[in-house]
């Protein structure tokens, strides 16, 4: 039976990855984007194909979501605000897409008991990441900081994701993955909100300076593109991680500054490495966690093997693509 599946942010990074994976299982496919930070061309690749369709929607109409939703068989959630850079200029936006974009489409789903895959984020785990001694599991608690610390609104609009997402698997019987995701890596992501990977390749392929916030050694985990998707695919089609979180990303740990040395050998580059604190890019106060490495001994339980590339496989695609 051939499935039909509904990508909400279908026209982002994630999401035309998503598409395309889905179109090439067989499934009937519709982006549902907005354009505000997607883009059309992402889906280039899918353009008069019979089988898929790009839907321009809001997820905080809820009509709309509705009808997006009404008829098909499996919803993946990946609409919301995006990037750090973004989560500091707008911050009522982010609020309001992440927390009622995910309301709208689980009540929606709820209506036919629809089976949806919502995506989260790991800046759930929030400063627990700069205390790590051990990776970070779903069971593990969370500390944020102060309201008044701009960075963490994010962070709490995911967590009240995932309790809404429970919620609605608890109370109203809704079939519902939590994906937990860390930094995923890959073609078509872009440098302009923030993110880091990007933003050193175009850096290094110009000649410009790499600019590194704070001093380099807090580290981060990078997930290929390619990994997240399957495992997104293979969770939404696993009855035993309906109503569960899930962590979905690469445990293979790298600081900040060495990640900028390695770009800059990979694209051959002169371009110096430089410093800048935290406060002189995203104001005084703003705070950020050391560490942030993924346990991911409960996915692995749940599909068996998962890929999880190097960072070198993945930065020798993406300074080609470059």
């Not at 939703?69 to 707008?90: P, W």
């Not at 981060?220 to 009855?239: G, K, P, Q, W, Y």
């Not at 998962?306 to 080609?320: K, N, P, Q, W």
Request: charged fraction near 20%; include cysteine.
């Amino acid at each position: 039976m051939t499935l039909r599946s509904l990508v909400t942010g279908g026209a982002g990074f994630i999401g035309s990855h998503l598409c395309e994976a889905l179109i090439a299982r067989g499934d009937d496919v519709v982006a549902f984007d907005d354009l505000s930070t997607g883009v059309a061309s992402n889906l280039d690749a899918l353009t008069g194909n019979s089988k898929f369709r790009l839907q321009i929607g809001d997820v905080l109409e809820a009509h709309a979501v509705n009808d997006a939703v009404s008829g098909v068989d499996r919803v993946y959630h990946l609409a919301a605000a995006v990037g750090v850079k973004l989560v500091m200029e707008q911050p009522i936006s982010t609020i309001v897409t992440n927390t009622r974009g995910t309301e709208n489409v689980l009540a929606a789903c709820a209506q036919n008991s629809t089976r949806v895959l919502i995506t989260s984020s790991s800046e759930v785990y929030g400063k627990m990441g700069s205390a790590q001694t051990k990776p970070l599991a779903e069971s593990d608690d969370w500390r944020l900081g102060a309201t008044a610390t701009r960075r963490w609104s994010y962070a709490c609009t995911k967590a009240l994701d995932e309790f809404l997402a429970l919620g609605y698997h608890d109370q109203r019987a809704l079939p519902v993955v939590i994906a937990r995701l860390f930094n995923t890596v890959g073609p078509r992501q872009r440098a302009n909100y923030g993110m880091v990977i990007p933003a050193f390749v175009q850096a290094a392929k110009a000649g410009r300076p790499l600019i590194v916030h704070g001093d380099g050694t807090q580290s981060r985990c990078f997930n290929h593109v390619a990994d997240t998707i399957d495992v997104l695919v293979r969770l939404m089609e696993c009855s035993a991680a309906i109503g569960h979180v899930v962590n979905v990303g690469n445990d293979q740990e790298i600081t900040i500054g060495e990640l900028a040395a390695k770009i800059v050998a990979k694209c051959a580059s002169q371009s110096p490495i430089t410093h800048l604190p935290y406060g002189e890019v995203y104001g005084v106060g703003f705070e950020d966690m050391e560490r942030r490495t993924p346990d991911l001994t409960k996915v692995r339980g749940l599909l068996g093997a998962v890929r999880t590339r190097s960072i070198d496989e993945t930065l020798a695609r993406l300074v080609t693509l470059e």
